[in-house]
Structure formats: C-alpha cells, structure tokens
C-alpha cells in the first residue's frame, strides 16, 4: 500500500514521463497512448509478451523513433541523447578492436582526447575486459561482445541506461556479468528501464515493474507485489505462462 | 598514412612531364605516324633546333577539327581542298606541299573481283558496283575517306547506297579499316605508305595501282596565330622550314621501310 | 591467321628485353591511372556517403545519376573533356589539353561514378547495422559517415579496384585528351590502339598480356595487403 501512494505522488523522484505516446505502423497503433512513469535512481523492468510494444517504448524513450502523438517529459536537466545510453539486444560493435570501439565511443560522446586513454583503461576494468582489449571486438563470444556493448554505454555515464534485452541469448555465466553491471550502473546513481523476459532476472534486479500489454501499460508496481500478486488479467496470464497475443 | 605521399608524387611527376622542354603539337594523320615517317625524320629536327615535335595523329578530318580550336601549332594533313579551305577561313597562315605518295587498292591475293585487269581506278571501282565484293571505306571524313569519295564520284558510282551490304564504312582510322578489310577478305583503298608499313597483310596484296587520280599529297600549314595566341608560330615555322628545306627534304626522302620509299619530297624550291 | 604464341613471344621479349620505351608507357600507365584513382576516391568515398547516409532532396534521383554514369563511355568523357581543355573551351587558358594530366581528369570522371556507386552501397549496407548505434550515442551525420567510411575501408578497397580497373583499361577518353603523343601521353592501351591500326598485332596482343599481368598484379598486392590488414587489425 505504501508503495502505490509513493508512485501516484509525481514528485521529485520522477525522472521521466511517458505521456499517451502513440505510434502507428502499417495503420495499427503499436504503442496505444501510452504512458508510463519511470523513478529516477531506480532499476525498472519493462515486461510484457513479445508484440507488447517494449522495445519501441524503449526507441521512443531513447529517441531513435519519433511518437506520432503524446508527449515525453523528462525531470531536470536531460540532454537526450547524451544522458541516455541504449544497450541492444544483440550488440553491434565496430569493426575495430575492443579498445577501438571505447575510443570512438568516447570520442563521439566528446570527452577530450587526452583524457580517453584512462577512461578507456577504466571502462576495461569495469568490463574485465583487459585481457582482450586488442581482439577484434567482432570475433569475440556473444558474451564478451554485450560486456563490451555495456561499458560503452556506460562511458557516456549516464544518467538513464536503457537495456533492451541485454542478456536474451547469453548463458547463465554472461548474463551474470551483465547484470553485475547493470547493478554498478544503478548503484553509480543511473536510472535503469531494462526490457527482459527473463523473470528471475527481474526478480534479482528491479525495483519497479511496468507490464505492457498491446502497447499499453496495463499494470505499474513494485517489483515484489508485481511478481506475488499481479493485479492486471493480462499480467497474471503473463506470469501463469498463459499469455499470447 | 604512405598513400597521400605517393599521390603527391605522382602529381608532380605528372606536371614535370609537361614544362621541360619546348615543343610544338603538330595535328597530323595516322598515315605519316603508322608508318613510322616521324620517329624516322623528327630526332633529327629536335637535335638540331631544340625543339621537341608532339604529334596527334588522327584522321585528316579530326585533325583540320582540332587545329581550328587551336589545339595545335602545326598541321599536316592530305586533303588538298580541306587544306586550303583552312587556310581561305584564316585559320592557317599558309599552305606549302611537302611530300606525296599514292593511294592503292588493296584486296584478296586472287582478286576475285579482277581489279587488277582496270585500265583506270573508274573502270576498277566500276566493278565493285555489281554488288559482289564487300569493300571496306573509313567513312571517317579522313583524308583518305575524302580522297576516296571523290574517286567514286569520278567512277559515277554512289557506293552510300549500298552502305551496310556490299560497301562497309567503318568509321575507323586506317589500320582499323585494314584490320576489318583483311578479316572479311574485301578490298579497301590505302596510302602506300601505311600499306608498306602494315604488319597485319595477311594474304592481301596491292591490286590496283599507278593511275595519276591516286596521287597523294600531303600539305603543311602553320596555325594561324593571330587566331589562336596560344600558337608557338616561331617554334611551328621553325618546324615548317625545316621540312622545307634541302635536310629536312631528303631525310623524308631516306625514309624506307621493307626497301621502298614511302614519301617522296616534292617542296617548291 | 595470328597465333596467341606469337602474341605471347612479343610479350616476354618486351618484358625480357626491358624495353625502354615499354617501360616508360607502363610508368606513366600506372603514374595516371593511379593519380586518377587517388583522386577519385578522394571524391568518391565522401559522395558515396553522403548518398548512403545523408537525407535530403533529390538523393534518389542523386542516386540513380551516379549509378547511371558508372556506365559513361570514356570516348564521351574524352569528348567532353576535350572541349573543355581544347584552347577554344573555356578551360583552354590552362594549357593542359595533351599532358597527362589532362588524361588524369578525364579518368578521375570516369572512375569516380564507380567508387561513388559502390561505396554508396557499401556504407548503406552496414549503415543498417550502424545506424541505430550511433544515432544513439549522438553522432551527427558528418561523424556517422566517418565511422562508416572507416569500418567499411576494406570493402572500400574493392571499388577502388574496381575504379583501377575501369582506368587501366579505358582508351577511348586518354586517346583523345591525351593525344597518343610517343613519350609524353602514350600508355598502355593507346599503344595497344596504336600497334593494331599499324598491324602489329602480335605486339598489340604482347602489350595486352602486359596490361593484364599488371593489372592481375595490382589486385593480387592489394586484395593481399586488404586480407592481412584485416586479419592483423579486425574481424
């Protein structure tokens, strides 16, 4: 109970505000007014079935799709898209050496070429990623390529880190290391919205839930009610392995 | 980064090229090139003057074309009344004959068409009208295409009729046309000079010759310089009076290829 | 009839004989044909992704145009170029109309379709994968086409070859802007014109051999050099 009175309060500790966002694509409405609140400093997972319009809610947010209607409103200070970092489901890295591809993301993000040589060396060890810093980032395992895509993110440090299914086709092992970075991120004071299928990966990572259903939100909660006592039909169906669209 | 150097390199080789020494362009024919008059006569001319001859050898036509946009110094070229013409428009100071040869009739070693047996080129081109025997014409507006065409108007016969069946216009230089002449065994009309010179006869031989309409004259002419500033008319005169003179007349008479002479000098003294 | 032996003698006494003047043609062969290229890409890799990436009116059309003058016949360019340089063009104050630079701007017009089209390509192809990436992170469109043209100068290498190619084999435009002037303008394929309006097709078809090994050679070095670069630097 406490916890819904805390989220309908549109305080201070809202970071960013979907507003009846809708998109259409080929006359459907793929995000159907939307709106959705995300809790700045918190870790939110954004769930729903495949088709719930996750991933375009996460391009919209990011700025990569422009909505046909509603309105996006962020708290403070944002300058999308350098406050906002996106991490794609399968990483797309450049065809250049790990070290390569931090430099370039660093320079493109405008940090002074003096200062890159330590913050790549930095991102590495964050990555653990010395021992490869010279391979061709596209020869390296799935794994090992989604460390790289998540330091890069993170070497914009930003204040919101948008993970789309960061760890869908990673094994048990590399998917731990992404969520080890995802938690530094949070804990480094990001906001984190993470689009994931994986339930025991919400479970040992968000605060907050946001279930989609036909590009609605139908259901907001923290993460523990969500996941002992989903309040929405579709979410429970969802949840009871039941739900298709 | 090496590729940026060797880029540069080349750039300034490529502008070395063309400032060291002075030289003239002489717009020319393929003819006096393919027979390899000027690599015979111009070293001498270049060691004694200094001044280096590049020629453009091209087809009369394109040749007179290029000297009236004043892309050469010098023009030599065999097409008498086109020559003159040039020079009445004012495009060129004067004319002066140089040197001559002969146009032959070139054809299949057994002559099935029996050129050889004509009293005249008339009578000879008369026997091609029948239709039986492809002939090969540059159809180039060269000198030798010019020449040709008189002969046919002198012989009554408007070969432009039968264009793509027995007569074949190659709009090729002459060598090309040759080339197309012996591959489909027909008869084509050539200087001597490039006929001596040919590497490629194959079993064509020279059918029909000496009558005086085959005479082949060639001309040069300064390019007038009052009309196009750009012309070296000292350095282009220069080459001019050489191959007027006694030296330059007798080395285009030296010149022989295979024994025979391929030119023969005949400037006015 | 001619015999490919023959033609393949004419070659290796050429070659054997270190001819001079054959020596002198191959020089300036590639001196042109790789200043041509040079530059070329120099226009090329930029257009190409400007059409790739840029967004703005007219690039379709843009497009088709430059995909169209891939197949420009060199004897038009040659035409084209001739006019403009011939001293009574507009471009005749410069004196250039016979100099081998002149045949490097006529060639730079030919090729530089070639690499544009085909670096277009190129960069759109992988500006699918790219694409959402680095507009993500905030590059703007000038620091997106640099990533490209970088991540792709390897493929990029093949339409430079291509460019090569096209070069080192036209005749038609070094023929007229060029002149064929012995020792100044000639190269490769004007002297293989040259031999085979005079006959000499034994030497023409030498010549040719020539060409191609050259050109087999160039390849061969640069897709060499593209393979080890490659696997030494990235995937």
């Known amino acids: 109970m406490l916890e819904l009175v805390k989220a309908v309060q549109p305080d201070e500790a809202t970071l960013l505000t979907l507003d009846e966002v809708t998109l259409t694509r080929g006359g459907a409405a793929v995000l159907d007014a939307l709106s959705l609140d995300i809790r700045a400093g918190a870790i939110t997972a954004v769930m729903g079935a495949n088709g719930a319009g996750k991933s375009l809610a996460l391009r919209v947010i990011a700025g990569l799709i422009e909505p046909d209607a509603g309105e996006m409103s962020y708290a403070g200070e944002m300058r999308a898209p350098l406050d906002v970092s996106i991490v794609f489901q399968r990483p797309v890295l450049l065809r250049r050496s790990v070290r390569g591809n ?3 993301a660093l320079k493109v993000y405008g940090v002074p070429r003096r200062q890159r040589t330590r ?9 653990r990623l010395g021992l490869i810093a010279d391979n061709p980032a596209r020869a ?12 890069r993110a993170l070497a914009a440090r930003p204040k919101l880190l948008l993970l789309d299914e960061p760890t869908a086709s990673l094994d048990p092992q ?6 080890r970075l995802v938690r530094k991120a949070a804990d480094d004071g990001a906001t984190v919205v ?10 040992r990572l968000a605060d907050d839930i946001r279930f989609m259903h036909r590009g609605k939100m139908v259901e907001k909660a923290s993460a523990k009610r969500f996941f002992e006592n989903p309040t929405s039909a579709a979410a429970s169906a969802y949840l009871a392995g039941e739900l298709f669209l | 980064m090496r590729l940026p150097i060797l880029a540069a390199t080349l750039i300034i080789t490529a502008a070395r090229v063309s400032a060291a020494e002075p030289f003239i362009i002489v717009q020319s024919t393929t003819s006096t090139q393919n027979s390899g008059l000027y690599d015979s006569i111009l070293p001498e001319f270049t060691a004694a003057s200094g001044i280096a001859v590049r020629v453009v050898a091209v087809g009369t036509g394109q040749a007179i074309m290029n000297a009236r946009n004043c892309d050469g110094d010098v023009l030599l070229v065999h097409a008498k009344a086109a020559e003159e013409k040039f020079v009445a428009d004012g495009a060129g100071v004067s004319r002066s004959d140089i040197m001559y040869n002969d146009f032959v009739i070139v054809g299949p070693h057994d002559d099935p068409a029996g050129l050889s047996d004509a009293k005249t080129v008339s009578k000879a081109f008369d026997k091609l009208e029948s239709g039986d025997f492809v002939f090969t014409s540059r159809g180039d507006d060269s000198g030798t295409h010019k020449k040709e065409m008189a002969l046919w108007q002198m012989a009554g016969v408007d070969p432009t009729q039968a264009s793509g069946t027995w007569y074949r216009e190659t709009g ?18 050539t200087d001597r000079a490039t006929w001596i010179a040919f590497g490629n006869k194959a079993d064509h031989k020279i059918v029909f010759e000496g009558d005086n309409a085959l005479f082949n004259q060639y001309g040069v002419i300064l390019v007038n310089g009052e009309r196009c500033p750009s012309v070296k008319a000292e350095e282009g005169q220069a080459f001019i009076d050489w191959l007027l003179s006694e030296t330059g007349q007798s080395a285009i008479g030296a010149y022989r290829r295979q024994g025979q002479q391929l030119f023969f000098p005949n400037a006015r003294k | 009839m001619l015999e490919i032996g023959t033609a393949f003698r004419a070659a290796f006494n050429l070659i054997v004989g270190f001819d001079p003047d054959l020596v002198e043609i191959i020089g300036l062969s590639l001196q042109v044909t790789l200043t041509a290229v040079f530059v070329a890409c120099l226009i090329g890799f930029p ?3 400007v059409l790739a990436v840029g967004r703005f009116p007219m690039r379709g059309t843009l497009v088709v145009l430059v995909n169209a003058l891939m197949g420009l016949p060199p004897v038009v360019v040659g035409l084209g170029v001739y006019l403009m340089l011939s001293r009574a063009g507009p471009l005749g104050v410069l004196n250039l109309l016979y100099t081998p630079t002149a045949m490097v701007i006529a060639q730079v017009i030919l090729v530089t379709p070639i690499i544009a089209a085909l670096t277009r390509q190129v960069i759109e192809d992988m500006n699918l994968e790219y694409d959402e990436l680095l507009r993500s992170m905030g590059a703007g469109r000038l620091s997106q086409m640099l990533t490209l043209l970088w991540d792709a100068r390897y493929a990029l290498m093949t339409a430079a070859l291509a460019g090569l190619g096209r070069a080192l084999a036209e ?9 064929n002037i012995n020792h100044v303008t000639r190269v490769m394929t004007t002297a293989i014109a040259l031999e085979t309006s005079k006959g000499e097709l034994a030497l023409a078809l030498g010549l040719g051999i020539i060409l191609m090994a050259l050109s087999i050679a160039l390849n061969a070095t640069l897709m060499g050099f593209r393979r080890t670069a490659e696997r030494l630097a990235y995937a």
């Open chain 1, 102 to 104: 931090l430099r370039h």
């Open chain 1, 119 to 127: 913050r790549v060396a930095e991102l590495l060890e964050l990555g």
């Open chain 1, 140 to 151: 390296l395992s799935g794994g090992e390529q989604q460390r790289v895509a998540m330091v």
């Open chain 1, 174 to 179: 590399a998917t731990q290391a992404i969520e």
């Open chain 1, 194 to 203: 993470i689009v994931t299928h994986d339930r025991g990966q919400a479970k």
């Open chain 2, 172 to 189: 090729s230089g002459m060598g090309a046309t040759l080339n197309i002449a012996i591959g489909m065994n027909a008869y084509a009309m």
């Open chain 3, 47 to 49: 257009l190409g992704a």
């Open chain 3, 171 to 179: 005749v038609g435009a070094v023929m007229i802007v060029g002149g």
